[in-house]
């Protein structure tokens, strides 16, 4: 059984304040309202923070994040709050997980520290995954201070170029990344956002999958370690996020090369073996067209991953007991909604890793069909960039979609990221069981 790194629980970080009006014109005076109390009692801010949560909420709504009493009114008094103009309205909430390519050293530390909910998840997956899991809870949850860079720097370097060490290796990386986002969901969901709908991306959709009950937790770590462990054996290749659409990044693929993704109109992931790789990013710097490497050693849903096909198909009839999903989720491998046929087909994740991630189609079921607010369960903010720039998505309306986990150079909490996302998505109209948000973790002792 894998031990926990801690035997207490810190406190929550930062504290989220809400609260809300019948009209557009009276929210204003009523964040001056809250800054005015947090003046006169700036040693109240958690009993604040929980006394305006649990008010009833108009039409209109406002929030603000913040670590301490003077941060919370510096951003009230500069007008910083997430109020939304328009009023909130009630709707279906989509869960958004990535692949792997955003991992960082230490992503769910301070979630682990002071969130129990999350961390008890963190514990009962690395449990399962044994050996390996006491290495990757390591690799996951001890504090790692970021580099110190110049805000402009920490906007440039995205966070798909920070992994580094074991975590950038399949064998750790992937279950990392499934471990980080399944505690992630269930934290979400323990405050009472549940999904109406998912999508994952590549690796994410594994994630998407056990919330579904497509699969249960311990067969989806197992057969995610298992995958991870037999695409590390396999010839090193690339991927390559490259300025071109689908049909236009044609003629540059040779015989070797293959659409991997398709994750916008304008952009097309390709890869293939790592000397292919080289030669295109040598004919595309030539020829001026813009691309980016993909935090891979391999080149995932193309034909180098056809080789574990087979065995891969096998390994899932003999080992994993798969179901019709109980939460409906899109396919990467259609760009629909996975059917009841596919999810109980051991053939269908063999083909998942194989072919295309066809994202700009799943995406535009996603904004078609349910038409939700979004949140993006998983380090970095690839995947709701994706989403809000969708041209179903309707970026007129408030908060439409929000990443999650965005501490990886950018100098803040996790927790101040996590509740920032969550109070946008509140202005928006998402609602929250705040009763169990302010219960779920020890509050800050006055000794």
Do not use: K
């Not at 039409?59 to 997430?82: K, M």
């Amino acid at each position: 059984m894998t031990e926990s790194l801690l035997t207490t629980v810190a406190t929550r970080p930062a504290e989220l304040l809400v609260w809300s009006a019948g009209t557009a014109e009276a929210l204003p005076p009523a964040r001056q309202a809250v800054l005015g109390r947090l003046e006169a009692a700036p040693d109240s801010l958690p009993e604040l923070a929980g006394e305006l949560r649990h008010r009833a909420h108009g039409a209109y709504r406002g929030a603000v994040v913040g670590t301490d009493a003077a941060s919370v009114a510096a951003a009230l008094r500069r007008g910083r709050g997430l109020d939304g103009g328009q009023p909130a309205l009630r709707r279906p909430v989509a869960f958004l997980f990535s692949g792997v390519g955003d991992q960082y050293p230490g992503m769910g530390a301070e979630l682990y520290r002071s969130e129990p909910v999350f961390r008890a998840a963190v514990d009962r997956c690395c449990a399962v995954l044994g050996s390996d899991g006491c290495d990757l809870l390591d690799l996951l949850v001890r504090p790692v201070e970021p580099p110190r860079l110049p805000g402009d720097l920490r906007t440039m370097l995205r966070p798909r170029q920070v992994p580094q060490g074991p975590l950038a290796t399949t064998r750790y990386g992937q279950p990392g990344v499934f471990v980080i986002e399944y505690a992630l969901a269930q934290l979400v969901r323990s405050w009472g956002v549940e999904p109406a709908a998912m999508i994952g991306y590549s690796l994410g959709e594994y994630v998407a999958a056990c919330l579904a009950g497509v699969m249960s937790l311990p067969d989806a770590l197992r057969l995610v370690r298992w995958r991870a462990e037999r695409i590390e054996e396999l010839a090193p290749g690339g991927m390559l996020a490259v300025a071109l659409t689908r049909d236009e990044i044609g003629p540059w693929l040779g015989t070797d090369l293959d659409v991997a993704a398709v994750t916008s109109p304008f952009q097309t992931v390709v890869g293939g073996p790592r000397a292919a790789m080289t030669d295109l990013e040598g004919r595309l710097t030539d020829a001026g067209v813009a691309y980016q490497r993909v935090g891979a050693h391999h080149g995932f849903h193309t034909r180098t991953m056809e080789p574990l096909g087979a065995e891969l198909t096998a390994w899932v009839r003999a080992n994993v007991r798969l179901a019709e999903p109980r939460i409906p989720y899109v396919s990467n491998v259609t760009g629909t909604w996975l059917s009841n046929a596919q999810a109980v087909d051991p053939a269908y994740w063999a083909q998942h890793l194989t072919r295309p991630v066809e994202l700009m189609s799943g995406l535009g079921t996603l904004w078609r069909d349910v038409d939700p607010v979004a949140i993006e369960l998983g380090p970095g903010e690839g995947l709701s960039s994706s989403a809000r720039h969708h041209p179903a998505c309707d970026r007129t309306r408030l908060a439409r979609v929000q990443p999650g986990l965005t501490a990886a150079f950018a100098g803040r909490s996790e927790t101040a990221g996590l509740l920032t996302a969550l109070g946008r998505l509140w202005t928006a109209g998402l609602e929250i069981d705040w009763a169990r948000f302010t219960n779920d973790t020890p509050r800050r002792s006055n000794s």
